[in-house]
């Protein structure tokens, strides 16, 4: 396996790749910052080849690359990946609820034959919502996150609100899954996974809370249809490493590539 990313989730991944939670072998990995990829191999038993660029995991010979860097990495690099015939999977899902990279992911999928994989990542009942795809009206996400978590987003460089002078419970934001992974591209990926297993970007509607008082990471979904009506409620504990994101992401992700790399049986939808 290759890994795109070094950061806190792309660590978390590799760590269980080496412990051999996951029966595979990492054997070359990349990150914009040298230092990341450097300071990851130093901690890892299995030395992996650190490349040079992006190209060059692209060609190395593994069958599949992780990718955990940033929507700007999918947007970039998806395609030379999936033109080297390598299957993907993507923890930066936000990037596809833009159509023209979502039409090239597919597109490279069908043209060379290969497999892009999006792990459940921070929320859980992603099952229930593409069984009743078809039957859906509405589906509402409510994130809740301290404002430490949500520091840095896209959304308070144009924002009146000064995530550190937010002392009470406060509704930042609300619209579409579309916009919302645009404003809050390392915090809101749960949005574009609700909305591709559902009824899309667009109608997928999503509200962000900042809670000063709260230390989890909250989500609440419900959808409504046809088939009835159904709300989850999950409040995740931060990652140690990185509070932008739960660690119920990374635990995801790890359990989407044992059932990839595994023989066992597979439960669920």
Same mark, same amino acid.
């Given at each position: 396996?290759?890994?795109?990313?070094?950061?806190?989730?792309?660590?978390?991944?590799?760590?269980?790749?080496?412990?051999?939670?996951?029966?595979?072998?990492?054997?070359?990995?990349?990150?914009?910052?040298?230092?990341?990829?450097?300071?990851?191999?130093?901690?890892?038993?299995?030395?992996?080849?650190?490349?040079?660029?992006?190209?060059?995991?692209?060609?190395?010979?593994?069958?599949?690359?992780?990718?955990?860097?940033?929507?700007?990495?999918?947007?970039?690099?998806?395609?030379?990946?999936?033109?080297?015939?390598?299957?993907?999977?993507?923890?930066?899902?936000?990037?596809?609820?833009?159509?023209?990279?979502?039409?090239?992911?597919?597109?490279?999928?069908?043209?060379?034959?290969?497999?892009?994989?999006?792990?459940?990542?921070?929320?859980?009942?992603?099952?229930?919502?593409?069984?009743?795809?078809?039957?859906?009206?509405?589906?509402?996400?409510?994130?809740?996150?301290?404002?430490?978590?949500?520091?840095?987003?896209?959304?308070?460089?144009?924002?009146?609100?000064?995530?550190?002078?937010?002392?009470?419970?406060?509704?930042?934001?609300?619209? @579409?899954?579309?916009?919302?992974?645009?404003?809050? $591209?390392? +915090?809101?990926?749960?949005?574009? *996974?609700?909305? !591709? &297993?559902? /009824?899309?970007?667009?109608?997928?509607?999503?509200?962000?809370?900042?809670?000063?008082?709260?230390?989890?990471?909250?989500?609440?979904?419900?959808?409504?249809?046809?088939?009835?009506?159904? @709300?989850?409620?999950?409040?995740?504990?931060?990652? $140690?490493? +990185?509070?932008?994101?739960?660690? *119920?992401?990374? !635990? &995801?992700? /790890?359990?989407?590539?044992?059932?990839?790399?595994?023989?066992?049986?597979?439960?669920?939808?």
């Amino acid at each position: 396996m290759g890994l795109l990313g070094c950061g806190a989730i792309g660590s978390e991944i590799a760590f269980a790749i080496d412990s051999g939670k996951i029966s595979a072998k990492l054997t070359h990995i990349y990150d914009f910052s040298k230092d990341n990829s450097a300071k990851l191999a130093a901690k890892l038993q299995n030395k992996p080849v650190i490349t040079e660029n992006v190209g060059l995991l692209a060609a190395s010979p593994v069958d599949m690359i992780i990718e955990a860097a940033s929507q700007d990495a999918v947007r970039d690099d998806i395609l030379s990946i999936l033109q080297n015939r390598k299957d993907v999977m993507i923890m930066s899902v936000g990037a596809l609820l833009d159509e023209s990279i979502f039409d090239i992911v597919m597109d490279g999928c069908k043209d060379f034959n290969k497999r892009v994989y999006l792990p459940s990542g921070a929320i859980i009942g992603l099952d229930g919502i593409r069984a009743v795809q078809d039957e859906l009206d509405t589906v509402t996400l409510v994130t809740t996150k301290n404002p430490k978590a949500l520091k840095g987003a896209k959304f308070f460089e144009t924002s009146s609100i000064d995530p550190d002078k937010i002392i009470q419970p406060t509704t930042i934001y609300e619209g @579409s899954a579309q916009e919302a992974v645009k404003l809050f $591209p390392a +915090n809101i990926n749960v949005a574009a *996974l609700l909305s !591709l &297993a559902g /009824i899309g970007s667009e109608k997928t509607r999503v509200k962000i809370v900042a809670d000063p008082h709260t230390d989890k990471n909250t989500h609440e979904i419900q959808a409504e249809g046809k088939f009835g009506k159904f @709300s989850i409620k999950v409040e995740n504990v931060p990652s $140690p490493s +990185n509070p932008k994101t739960s660690r *119920l992401a990374t !635990l &995801a992700a /790890i359990e989407c590539l044992k059932k990839i790399c595994g023989t066992s049986m597979n439960i669920g939808t």
